[in-house]
């Protein structure tokens, strides 16, 4: 399974993915062991502990409903992706996202009958004030991904949250391993993003990110400054499917002995291996999740390597 298998689609927790929306539509069960917005969540501002001031959320969950964004800003990464900046309803209103959680998007086609409801987790950090930011790379016959892409400034998206997801705390973890896949790096920032903004988190992170050509590697940049900036707790490894000449990192697919070489042995103390990605990418590296409420039994690379399955989250 190479990586361009990994990226093929683009979007995590694909398995039970369905689950995801209805649940956030009212109509699926709570998913045991992860903090679920109530209904009827308080739109009161929140306090922000760093800064001693209390912040209005954008995103309160419960009842609230689908808010319509306005595109602010478009700008183009690739042939194929896209970071778009889209205004929150009030400019000094943040987020209201926790870590790690994201957003279902929904668009309904004229031709349509029914929408379409996607997840993505934005890009921009949660204290950001006034707006969000979400990469969104664009597949042939995605409806969600195609109709973001012809997007002008000004239109608006629904958009509703917050979904949590895997719940962090500073220092939850000594060293959290990451297999990403294409877009299936965006929750992945969001969780180093927070770790290393915070003095107090002395979490180590490994990051091993597959994708198909060196230009579709997001948020190199990004990633490449916290990895210059904490050598010793960050290590980025990449792999691509299709390598330009003299490249000097992995070449074809994610294997179960990179691996063993990168990642922290399943015997060290309070680790956490996250993976996100396409069906590919769980198939290979991790098993796939039954639902959202079902992790699944571990399977690939990871449980050949002794991992356990309470070692793994499958975003």
Same mark, same amino acid.
């Not at 409903?65 to 000094?92: C, Q, V, Y």
């Not at 399943?266 to 069906?279: A, F, T």
């Not at 590919?280 to 990871?302: F, H, N, V």
């Given at each position: 399974?190479?990586?361009?298998?990994?990226?093929?689609?683009?979007?995590?927790?694909?398995?039970?993915?369905?689950?995801?929306?209805? %649940?956030?539509?009212?109509?699926?069960? =709570? /998913?045991?062991?992860?903090?679920?917005?109530?209904?009827?969540? &308080?739109?009161?501002?929140?306090?922000? =502990?760093?800064?001693?001031?209390?912040?209005?959320?954008?995103?309160?969950? $419960?009842?609230?409903?689908?808010?319509?964004?306005?595109?602010?800003?478009?700008?183009?990464?690739? =042939?194929?992706?896209?970071?778009?900046?889209?205004?929150? !309803?009030?400019?000094?209103?943040?987020?209201?996202? +926790?870590?790690?959680?994201?957003?279902?998007?929904?668009?309904?086609?004229?031709?349509?009958?029914?929408?379409?409801?996607?997840?993505?987790?934005?890009?921009?950090?949660? #204290?950001?004030?006034?707006? @969000?930011?979400?990469?969104?790379?664009?597949?042939? %016959?995605?409806?969600?991904?195609?109709?973001?892409?012809? @997007?002008?400034?000004?239109?608006?998206?629904?958009?509703? $949250? =917050?979904?949590?997801?895997?719940?962090?705390?500073?220092?939850?973890?000594?060293?959290?391993? @990451?297999?990403?896949?294409?877009?299936?790096?965006? !929750? @992945? *920032?969001?969780?180093?993003?927070?770790?290393?903004?915070? !003095?107090? &988190?002395?979490?180590?992170?490994?990051?091993?990110?597959?994708?198909?050509?060196?230009?579709?590697?997001?948020?190199?940049?990004?990633? %490449?400054?916290?990895? %210059?900036?904490?050598?010793?707790?960050?290590?980025?490894?990449?792999?691509?499917?299709?390598?330009?000449?003299? *490249?000097?990192? +992995?070449? $074809?697919?994610?294997?179960?002995?990179?691996?063993?070489?990168?990642?922290?042995?399943?015997?060290?103390?309070?680790?956490?291996?996250? /993976?996100?990605?396409?069906?590919?990418?769980?198939?290979?590296?991790?098993? $796939?999740?039954?639902?959202?409420? #079902?992790?699944?039994?571990?399977?690939?690379?990871?449980?050949?390597?002794?991992?356990?399955?309470?070692?793994?989250?499958?975003?």
């Amino acid at each position: 399974m190479g990586a361009a298998a990994y990226s093929a689609a683009g979007l995590c927790a694909v398995a039970g993915g369905y689950y995801v929306y209805a %649940n956030y539509l009212g109509k699926a069960p =709570p /998913v045991p062991g992860v903090p679920q917005v109530q209904k009827g969540a &308080d739109s009161s501002p929140q306090e922000n =502990p760093s800064q001693g001031v209390t912040e209005a959320k954008a995103f309160t969950g $419960g009842d609230q409903g689908f808010i319509s964004l306005k595109l602010e800003k478009s700008e183009d990464l690739s =042939p194929n992706t896209k970071k778009l900046r889209f205004a929150l !309803p009030e400019a000094e209103q943040v987020s209201g996202l +926790g870590i790690a959680s994201a957003v279902v998007t929904k668009f309904k086609a004229p031709v349509a009958e029914k929408p379409t409801i996607r997840p993505y987790t934005p890009t921009s950090d949660e #204290d950001e004030k006034g707006h @969000m930011d979400f990469i969104v790379k664009r597949y042939p %016959n995605g409806p969600m991904s195609e109709h973001i892409h012809s @997007m002008k400034e000004g239109d608006t998206l629904e958009v509703k $949250g =917050p979904i949590p997801k895997y719940p962090m705390t500073p220092n939850k973890h000594n060293h959290i391993a @990451m297999v990403a896949g294409g877009t299936g790096i965006t !929750p @992945m *920032w969001q969780v180093i993003r927070n770790i290393f903004k915070n !003095p107090e &988190d002395k979490t180590k992170i490994t990051l091993v990110f597959g994708n198909v050509t060196e230009q579709d590697i997001l948020l190199r940049k990004e990633l %490449n400054e916290i990895e %210059n900036t904490y050598p010793r707790r960050f290590r980025a490894f990449y792999v691509l499917d299709n390598p330009p000449e003299g *490249w000097e990192q +992995g070449k $074809g697919f994610i294997t179960k002995d990179l691996l063993k070489t990168v990642l922290p042995e399943p015997k060290e103390e309070n680790i956490k291996i996250l /993976v996100c990605g396409p069906p590919g990418l769980y198939k290979a590296i991790s098993g $796939g999740k039954k639902s959202a409420t #079902d992790q699944g039994e571990l399977d690939g690379a990871l449980k050949d390597l002794e991992y356990s399955r309470e070692q793994v989250f499958k975003f």
